[in-house]
């Protein structure tokens, strides 16, 4: 058996696997499988064209800038990524960390930004700024330093460029100049401009400054982690290994210290904002109202519970608590505080049980709610001033189905659907006018961008990648497999949705093996009408059903839903993964006793606490990077769920993963990390390897030398993890 499983592996990376099936090393070649796809797309300040960012045809780790006009004809290339940067460059460890909390894979032109008067567009290429000018159709190099210029982009007049180096804030003229250090003194420990660890990895707010509309001021955080605890973590090259003394707030540690600051631009003075009485807080968001007069601050208690929305003057730093929500459980940070010309705002929240939409004059107060139901809005997209209506996207119809939808903020409305049902939809709204570019997907629709008019109806394809003749898929679109969606009930009636793959030949009579594919952490849900990926298709080729289930604690459903598992993490969430699995063991075509389950990271954590739950349904798990023990992850994230460790021991013991390894069953396990992870840190790993060790017990690992959590992962490891997963369920599972 072994002889044939390794008589298939080498055929499949040599790319010369069965002629009916999708050959493995050919999911992770040139061209991406997945067809042209748009991302980072924009609309030009004028509304005339549209910009995005795609992989290279003849290489998946390098990007390029592209455009394409809204009057029409062929897209064309903008920026060539592999011209400016032919070679990859070793980049700042600050660097490094942006892309690995950003989740960026590739090179080349991997950011960029327009200028609001769309003359300009500002591109970072391998740690340099380069500028692309409309006008004159060219580029030019804009730095040319040793360090790293990061979080740049265009001032709102268009008369500078901001960056942070060396941990201090710049700007330089777009016109030509000496550049103008607004900081000084700045270090990793004390740095100006930057967003700290924990904004990037648990917060998704990754700048550190922001400009008021009319560049007379800049608002400024200065980071202070002096006092954050020093977690020594090994960083494991393919040709040596060095040791890592990085700042990690972990639970119930301190974090780093963020104070506020707003800068006068002529003069250089700077005032301090008033962030309150206690420094051991959240900042949230910031923005400028549209006049400038006003900057508002989202300030985040340490447990969560409190967010305070902060209208602060910039002239003294003194400010006001205009609106505060609260909750028992958490209040999670979004992207959906706009503010209107009038001195009005909009704002989202969730004190009716689902996240709406609600309109707040000045001081504060609602003046009304503009969407209503048992559904939840997912993100507030867009605001058209010009006929009062914002915006948004939202599961309204089903969770595993996304729309785009409008409604007038003006006076009470029904949301109208822009978008037809069936899919997931995802859009960028244009400035002003309401238009969009909305990129559509399904189980049988690779992503498919275009330009909209705000009515809905489509203007221009930016890529169709329609699964049609051409098409990378297309030759083979025979294995394709269009999940089967439907809920099984929890313990407390709640419907948990799921998805279920059939193998290619399935045949109803005969029993197949299961494999379950788990996230089930908060913020993240994995049953969804979308594309797949065609990694899938390696194990649904080899013969396994596919399933996944979204567990209560996951996203896009009722705030109970969400919050069922608040200070009791990987309980609830285990419950309704076996519910999930003794579903599939009732099915006539399952075989019972072969169902595996695998994750990454909170996936990983899952794929552990099912392998050792009693008499657990599972036969193998394939755990990659997971946490393992709550203590050593970091603290916005854990104790927004969990509390600190002095106040909620019970519910930390319970869900610690090495008290559960007794457990286990010799040999169920394939064990997976980065041995540079700075975020799920090796020692999750390598306490479970000690464990099962100092017990006797056999059980397989895999690490890959130089690679993060997300970060580094070239299509070559990812074709070696995925064999790895497949050569491992196919011992244990068949």
Not at 48 to 70: E, F, G, P, Q
Not at 270 to 284: H, N, Q
Request: glycine share 8%; proline share 7%.
């Amino acid at each position: 058996m072994k002889l044939i499983l390794a008589a298939l592996a080498a055929a499949a990376i040599a790319g010369t696997a069965m002629a009916d099936q999708l050959p493995p090393k050919r999911i992770f070649e040139s061209p991406d499988l997945n067809g042209p796809r748009a991302r980072g797309v924009k609309l030009s300040p004028d509304g005339r064209s549209v910009t995005y960012i795609k992989v290279r045809a003849d290489d998946l780790t390098v990007t390029d800038l592209w455009v394409a006009d809204v009057a029409g004809g062929e897209p064309r290339l903008l920026i060539d990524g592999k011209k400016l940067a032919p070679d990859a460059r070793e980049l700042s460890e600050a660097e490094k960390a942006r892309r690995e909390r950003a989740g960026v894979a590739t090179r080349g032109v991997v950011d960029y930004a327009w200028d609001d008067q769309g003359k300009l567009i500002l591109a970072p290429v391998e740690g340099d700024l380069y500028l692309y000018d409309i006008a004159a159709d060219q580029v030019r190099q804009l730095t040319r330093t040793p360090g790293d210029e990061i979080d740049a982009r265009i001032s709102p007049r268009g008369r500078y460029v901001s960056y942070v180096r060396d941990d201090n804030l710049y700007i330089t003229p777009v016109d030509g100049g000496p550049e103008r250090a607004l900081t000084e003194g700045g270090t990793e420990l004390k740095s100006w401009g930057t967003a700290e660890f924990i904004a990037q990895e648990e917060m998704d707010r990754h700048t550190g400054y922001w400009w008021s509309p009319d560049e007379a001021r800049i608002a400024i955080a200065h980071v202070d982690q002096t006092g954050v605890d020093v977690v020594d973590r090994p960083e494991v090259e393919a040709t040596g290994a060095k040791v890592v003394a990085q700042r990690y707030p972990r639970v119930g540690r301190p974090n780093a210290v963020v104070e506020l600051y707003v800068q006068d631009l002529a003069s250089g003075a700077r005032v301090k904002v008033d962030l309150g009485p206690d420094p051991d807080i959240y900042l949230g968001r910031v923005h400028w109202s549209k006049d400038g007069r006003t900057l508002y601050v989202q300030r985040q208690s340490r447990d969560q519970r409190r967010l305070d929305l902060i209208a602060v003057d910039p002239a003294t730093g003194k400010g006001r608590v205009i609106l505060t929500e609260t909750s028992p459980h958490w209040v999670d940070l979004t992207d959906d505080f706009r503010p209107l010309s009038d001195g009005t705002f909009l704002w989202s929240s969730e004190k009716s049980g689902f996240r709406h939409l609600y309109l707040h004059d000045a001081s504060g107060k609602a003046i009304r709610q503009l969407t209503r139901g048992d559904w939840q809005v997912a993100e507030l997209l867009g605001v058209d001033e010009a006929r009062g209506v914002a915006i948004f996207s939202a599961n309204k119809d089903v969770p595993v189905e996304r729309r785009i939808y409008e409604v007038s903020y003006r006076r009470p409305a029904e949301p109208r659907a822009l978008t037809p049902a069936g899919g997931w939809w995802s859009a960028e709204v244009a400035r002003t006018g309401g238009a969009f570019v909305g990129t559509y997907e399904d189980p049988r629709a690779p992503p498919q961008t275009a330009l909209y008019r705000a009515d809905g109806t489509r203007v221009r394809w930016i890529e169709e990648n329609r699964l049609a003749e051409g098409h990378p898929f297309w030759p083979y679109l025979g294995r394709l497999r269009t999940p089967e969606y439907g809920t099984i009930p929890a313990a407390d009636g709640s419907p948990l949705w799921y998805s279920l793959r059939t193998p290619p030949g399935f045949d109803p009579a005969k029993k197949y093996p299961v494999i379950v594919q788990v996230y089930g952490g908060p913020g993240s849900a994995r049953v969804s009408k979308t594309w797949q990926s065609p990694e899938d298709q390696i194990l649904l080729d080899a013969g396994y059903i596919l399933f996944k289930l979204d567990n209560r604690g996951t996203p896009n459903r009722s705030v109970a839903f969400k919050t069922a598992i608040d200070r009791r993490l990987g309980q609830l969430e285990v419950d309704d993964q076996i519910a999930g699995a003794k579903f599939l063991q009732s099915l006539p075509y399952v075989d019972a006793d072969r169902i595996g389950v695998t994750g990454w990271s909170y996936g990983g954590y899952m794929t552990l606490l099912l392998l050792t739950a009693p008499d657990s349904p599972f036969k193998a798990g394939v755990s990659g990077a997971p946490v393992t023990d709550w203590t050593l992850y970091d603290t916005h994230y854990t104790e927004r769920f969990m509390g600190t460790p002095r106040d909620n021991p019970r519910g930390y013991e319970a869900s610690e993963v090495v008290r559960r390894l007794d457990r286990l069953q010799p040999g169920s396990l394939l064990l997976v990390h980065g041995m540079a992870d700075d975020n799920v840190t090796f020692d999750h790993s390598t306490r479970v390897m000690f464990e099962l060790q100092a017990r006797g017990v056999a059980f397989e690992t895999m690490v890959y030398p130089g690679l993060r959590h997300r970060g580094g992962w070239t299509p070559m490891n990812r074709l070696h993890r995925a064999l790895q997963t497949l050569d491992f369920f196919d011992r244990k599972l068949k």
